[in-house]
């Protein structure tokens, strides 16, 4: 049984860091991202890794403030998210796929497990 499970998430001003957590049990994956749907919008795509060469993909929004990484040993992706601003509120969603590639590992359609979400909420 697959499960992955988020942590990490609450409630920051803009400016501050969180690290979110995402612990994946039950099978081996290629790739895992995080993504994230604010109210009223489509999930969008923030970053992803490639669990074997650790290779690193980010949205243009997030880029040069978040940093993805993983912990082979503890089967968990992290979000390291810094310089938090109140467009990054949003439910963030960890998810788990069998491919890779910048673009396949963009698209939530492509991945074949998710977690149940964390909210962070960044005030102004």
């Known amino acids: 049984q697959v499960q992955l499970v988020e942590s990490g998430g609450g409630v920051v001003q803009a400016g501050a860091s969180l690290r979110l957590s995402c612990a994946a049990s039950g099978r081996t994956f290629s790739s895992m991202g995080w993504f994230r749907q604010a109210p009223g919008k489509d999930r969008e795509f923030v970053a992803a890794i490639r669990w074997s060469v650790g290779n690193t993909y980010y949205a243009d929004s997030v880029k040069g403030r978040f940093t993805i990484s993983r912990d082979n040993a503890k089967n968990t992706v992290y979000l390291q998210m810094n310089s938090l601003k109140p467009e990054d509120t949003a439910v963030y969603y960890c998810?788990?796929?069998?491919?890779?590639?910048?673009?396949?590992?963009?698209?939530?359609?492509?991945?074949?497990?998710w977690g149940q979400g964390t909210q962070v909420t960044v005030s102004s």
């Open positions: 998810a788990a796929t069998y491919g890779s590639g910048s673009s396949y590992l963009a698209l939530p359609g492509n991945y074949n497990y």
